[in-house]
Structures are given as structure tokens and as C-alpha cells.
């Protein structure tokens, strides 16, 4: 993997530049779509390259459990079996001990107000399948011992093993493994934590470089080919620990840093935390803010330095009905389950170039909704991404 | 409406034809999709024209019910308002008389048994809301009274009312409100039902022919530009009653005939009965088989002379799981959803141009039903009607 910044904002730290791949580029700041399970839910990779994404992002967790990193590795690797030949980010699978632990015990999520309109925490992820209340993680120094929201089984995640995973499914670009606290765990338990997470840094850098040097390690004769290894900065919603983190994480020899883990209550708050640390963080990373994604959350990551955002909210919220709607340099939620749409001709927004919107009325979107038609999701998840793609070019021309 | 016979075959009563509208052509003998809800479940109007289909099938009973007629003719048409400029036709909504009235509680479908490892009957359409097992139906003289599957509101239905309901909806092909009798029906009943279903044949012309001549009515200066209305032949499965409704039919001033009703309880049985009445049939007008659409039942049907077939079945199965597999002359079905198929590399049919079989391992296929992601329907779907599509190129070649 090789970052190249093209150019930099007088303004802000916001940044033009160009991850640059075996599977390709990817231009930032990018938005990078989830594709949980191998598939961002609906989509063929026709609609995704034709709406113009560059790169998606799995979830390790959930493709270690099914079908399993050995099953995908046996395929051809990630790329192959889910048919994208384009760059891949695979997450740590550190995050689920949050949202399957900590998160649906304390009932939170990352910040407690996501996106205009929502209540509530937002967790990072899909947790559709969660059903079990009880505790179902238990973290040691070595890793985190949880049971499979799919049949129970008993399973242990450490940081080699994180990274084994991530090597089977080879995804272009990966992370180090980390515990992700609650933002209501308190000063004491987050340190605890943070100094954990650390020592996991440490022997996630190892294992990455003790593998197989072509595909996984350093030293390899061609940069490109090789997987790139993010870390990732905690520290919950406390000044100190964040600082600590940023400082550490940066010394380290991470090809690029993801920023996770407890952001406050408020988007406000989201931003005062973020503007604490990252101004420590190395220039010349790229840096990857891990699950936020809404739009104005984007626009002050961006000044604040980060290059790419993965996020689930426009592919879930338009399962729900809810279209992204661009108003002025802000935005809004267009609900199509809403009676009121079901005799309006217009499209979800007259001046969106989508397919959606240059072949459909809103009320045949919102007809599709309230009759349980699965094209209605998939229509309203083309226009969302669509609006991200279109919100995060006008972001990258800004700069 | 123009058909016109390009060529018959030496052995049989099969013909190559084209049928004319002025949404465009219809080459047959053709496959017709189901789009029940205005909407084939799970695909794009893009999808459909890339695997080559001409024309749709929607369900007038679901689309009066939900959005209603009335709304689809304000958003200008079922056309305009599911974004399919190609033919489509609509069914009378007669058919749930029987579907959601005698199927429920005779426990019966058309044939006992439609393909290769189905048990049990099948029902044409979207039966999936219903729920309530009790008689939803009561049908006299003036037509049926039904109620909702929906909200449970009583309606009433007359082969006035259906017109009325199909020219709203703004169709190509329509077709002549009909009662379809269940196969447990006796003679008795089926010779009553049957003389009902002849005055509701004249009804329905009357009302048809009493319209806007320019949109629906006769002796219009565009034959191109009015809706065809296709009178049905019902019957059971008793022969006499299935030639007098040939005869009767067919002497009527209908553009083209439909086939329904319950025909026997095996495959063999429904093409004896068939091969009863389809002789006495006028050989210039375009002949539809409703609700029968399995590969084998396509190419007994055109034998006996068929020109276009709809049927839920390749979407229904694909949703499912199922793939059709061509087999020599014959073909069979995958069920993506064993575990043997997880670590298969292969497409569902190597020899298959369709886009899932040109870039999908049934591997990828089985881990998306498993993990009930949408893209396993949707891919399914596309295959089993790139199927379909091809089965019926192959039997057009050879006539």
C-alpha cells in the first residue's frame, strides 16, 4: 500500500490524496460502504462500480463465524469470493466485543446521537442477529472469549488470531486488534483497557510482520503486494488517554491508523474529542475514522485530517425507507414509508443523477415499502450510497 | 394488438409468432415474468432487459388492493409508474376467487404437482400474505365479494369492475374476469360455474368494448394503440365443459385466449386435458397459459399450440434457494442452501452466460442464503431467469 497526499487544505488539516493498492486506488476522502457479511446488503458489484465506489469494508467477526476465514481463504480469498476486485478493508473484529458486550449491556453506542432524527446510541456493525441480552464477552490479557451469536459456540479471539484471520480473508487493508470501551465505562476501567489495547498493538505489529513476507510481512520487494496494516487509537471520551494513545500509536511502525472506540454523548462532543488528538497523528498516514459516516460527521473528520469513513447508516437507514436528501451544504431524511409520497411524481430528489431518481416516482418507492417489496430497499441503498459518493466528490473537489 | 404466426412447426401445433403492441414486441412462444406488486421481486427494470425479457405479467387483485388502480392511473400508468416501457399484461383478478376462496380451503393448487420435488399443490400468484384460513370469498351472480388480505375490507369484484380496474392500470394484454374452479370441485359445480363464467366473458367484452375506443374500445384508427382483451377457457378437468368453453370462446370477439383454471392432478392429466379442448382453439389468435410456466409444462403447452406462459415459479424458487440446472433435454434443481455447496467453486451451471453464473461460486451463493442476506435471492433470481429466457430461445429456434 503507498498514500500520496496531492493536496492540502489552506483552511484545515483536510487532505486530497490517493491510497494506492494491489486492487487498485482508492481517492480520499472516501467513503468506504460496509459489506458485512461479504455483500453490502442488496447490491451486485455491478451497481456498487457503477455508482463509483472504489473500496468496502467486511467485518472480520462476522466472516469468521460465517463462513468462516478458512472457507473464504479455500475460495480465493475475499476479493474472489465476493467477486470485488477492488481494494478491501477488513476490521479487526475487536469492535464486537463492544457492541455484543459492553453495548447491548450498557445499551449505548459509539455517540449517543448519530445522525438527525435517530435516538439513541448507533452501533457500528450489524447486531440484527443479537438476541442475547446476557454478557457474551469475557476480555483477558491474551484476547476475548465470547460466544457466536449464531449457535453459541464458545470462541477466543486474540491478537494473532485477529490477524490470522484478516490474512485468510486478505483483505488490502486491515487493523490491528482492540478492545473498544463504552462511553460509560469510567477513567479507571478505560486506562485499563487503553494500556491492554496497547500491548495488543504490539503483538498485532508482530504477527503481521512475522508472516509470510510476500503477502503479509515487511521487507517485501514489492510494496504493493503486500497486506497494510492499520493501528487503532482508544481512550474513550478522556483527554489523557486519547492524547497517550495518539502519541503511541503513531510510533509505531502502522502503515495507517484507525481512530475508534467511545466518542462522547454528542456530535459536538464527537468533535471537541477528536480535535484533542489529532493534530499528535503523523501526516504522511492515512487515517481511517472507524463506523461514522453520516454526512456532516464526514465534512469535520475530514478537517480534522481523516481520509477514509466507513459506515452503515445510508445502506441501513434506506432499508428502512429513509433517502438522503441534500439540502443546501447540509442534508435531511426523506421517510418513503409516508403516505403523503404515494401520489407524489417527483423522484427522492429531482436534481440526484442516481438511477433511482432519473427512473422513479417516490410513489413507487414508498408503493414498495409499504408492500414488503425487497426492490424498495435496493432502490433507496442505490440513491444513499449514490448521495455519499456525490457528497464525498464535492468534499475531495473542495480541497 | 397485432399477432401474427412467423412460423409453425411440421410436427405439432407450435408456432413462432410476434405479438405487436404499442409498447413494443413480444416474440413467442415467450415466458412471461410475474410482477405481482408492479414489481418483479427483487429486480431492477435494468436487470430484466439485460437478461432479454420483452414483457411482464402484474397481478391486478394485489395492485387494486395496494396502491390501487386509481393511484397507479394518476402516476400515469403502470407503466410509467414501475418504469417498464415494454408489454405487460394483467390478469383479471379472477384467479383469487379460487386462490385465496377454494385453494385455501381445499387445501389444492392447479395440478397437484408442478416440477420435479414439489409436493403438494401449487398456487399461481403471491399467496404469502394470506393468513386467514377461513372462506374469504362469496361469489354470485353480479361477481365476488372478498374480502381484503390486507386490512380485511370488503370488496367486490365484477368483470365491470375488473375492466374498469385493468384500463386504469393501463396494461397491454388484459384479460376477461373468470371464476377458476379447484380441482375438488365436482362436475356440478364446475358446469354451473362454468355458464357464470360465460356471461362474465360477455360482460367483460361489453364493458370493454363500451369504453374509450381510443384506449380500450373497437374500431379505433390505431389497432396498435387500444389495450387486447384475452377471453378465458375454464372448465376443470371435465372434457365436455372444456369444449363448450373452447367453443364458446372462441367465437367471442376476443384478440386472444387465455387458459385457466385447474387442470387435473398431475402433469399427464393436465396436458390430456389440454390436449382436449387446445384443437378447437382459432389458430390466428395469440394463446396465454396462465400460472403454468415449469420448463417441462412450457414445452408440452407449446406443442399443443401456447404462445406466452406466466408463472411465479422460477422467481419464487430462486428466493428460495432453488436454481434450475438444464440436464440434457430436461432439467433440475440446486438447493444453494445445502452445506455441500459451501465450499464449491464452481458457478450453479458452468455452462450458464448469466451474470451470477459469470461471476459467483455457488460457495458464494450458499454463505449469502445461509447468512440470509438479499444478494442470494437476487442472484438466484437473475439465474433462473436467464434460464427461462434461454429455454424459451431454444424452443423459438426450434420451430
Not at 448507533?122 to 472469549?145: Q, Y
Not at 486478505?170 to 494500556?195: M, N, Q, R, W
Amino acid at each position: 500500500m503507498r498514500f500520496r497526499i496531492l493536496k492540502k487544505s489552506k483552511n484545515s488539516r483536510a487532505r486530497r490524496g490517493i491510497i494506492e493498492t494491489k486492487h487498485g486506488v482508492i481517492e480520499t476522502p472516501a467513503f468506504i460502504p460496509v459489506g458485512t457479511q461479504a455483500t453490502v446488503k442488496g447490491m451486485t458489484v455491478d451497481q456498487l462500480k457503477s455508482i463509483g465506489y472504489q473500496s468496502l469494508l467486511c467485518n472480520t467477526y462476522h466472516l469468521y463465524l460465517r463462513p468462516g476465514d478458512k472457507v473464504i481463504k479455500k475460495m480465493g480469498g475475499l476479493h474472489k469470493f465476493m467477486n470485488w476486485d477492488r481494494p478491501i478493508f477488513t476490521d479487526s473484529g475487536g469492535f464486537q466485543v463492544f457492541s455484543l458486550g459492553y453495548g447491548l449491556e450498557h445499551g449505548v453506542g459509539k455517540v449517543a446521537s448519530m445522525f438527525p432524527g435517530e435516538k439513541g446510541g448507533v452501533l457500528h456493525g450489524e447486531t440484527e442477529h443479537v438476541i442475547k441480552k446476557e454478557k457474551l464477552t469475557r476480555i483477558t490479557e491474551n484476547g476475548v472469549e465470547f460466544r457466536s451469536h449464531l449457535d453459541g459456540s464458545l470462541r477466543f479471539l486474540t491478537p494473532e488470531k485477529s490477524i490470522e484471520i484478516q490474512r485468510n480473508l486478505g483483505a488490502d487493508l486491515i487493523f490491528a486488534f482492540d478492545e473498544c470501551t463504552s462511553p460509560l465505562h469510567d477513567y479507571v476501567y478505560t486506562k485499563k483497557s487503553l494500556a491492554r489495547t496497547h500491548r495488543w498493538a504490539k503483538r498485532s505489529l508482530a504477527a503481521f510482520q512475522g508472516g509470510d513476507p510476500v503477502t503479509t510481512g515487511r521487507g517485501s520487494p514489492n510494496e504493493m503486494g503486500r497486506q497494510a496494516l492499520y493501528g487503532i487509537i482508544q481512550g474513550g471520551a478522556f483527554r489523557d488517554l486519547r492524547e497517550e494513545a495518539a502519541k503511541f500509536i503513531s510510533k509505531m511502525d502502522f502503515d495507517g491508523i484507525g481512530i475508534g472506540g467511545a466518542l462522547g454523548n454528542t456530535k459536538k462532543e464527537m468533535y471537541k474529542i477528536l480535535g484533542w488528538f489529532t493534530p499528535l497523528l503523523p501526516e504522511n498516514k492515512p487515517k481511517h475514522l472507524l463506523g461514522i459516516g453520516a454526512p456532516d460527521d464526514i465534512i469535520q473528520g475530514v478537517k480534522l485530517g481523516m481520509d477514509t469513513f466507513d459506515c452503515v447508516m445510508p445502506t441501513r437507514i434506506a432499508r428502512n425507507g429513509s433517502a438522503l436528501l441534500a439540502r443546501g451544504g447540509s442534508y435531511e431524511l426523506l421517510n418513503l414509508k409516508l403516505g403523503r409520497y404515494l401520489k407524489d411524481k417527483n423522484p427522492i430528489d429531482k436534481k440526484c443523477g442516481c438511477s433511482t431518481c432519473k427512473s422513479y416516482s417516490r410513489a413507487y418507492l414508498s408503493h414498495l415499502f409499504k408492500a414488503h417489496e425487497i426492490l424498495g430497499p435496493i432502490l433507496a441503498t442505490i440513491h444513499n450510497l449514490w448521495f455519499m459518493e456525490q457528497w464525498m466528490k464535492k468534499i475531495r473537489q473542495s480541497i
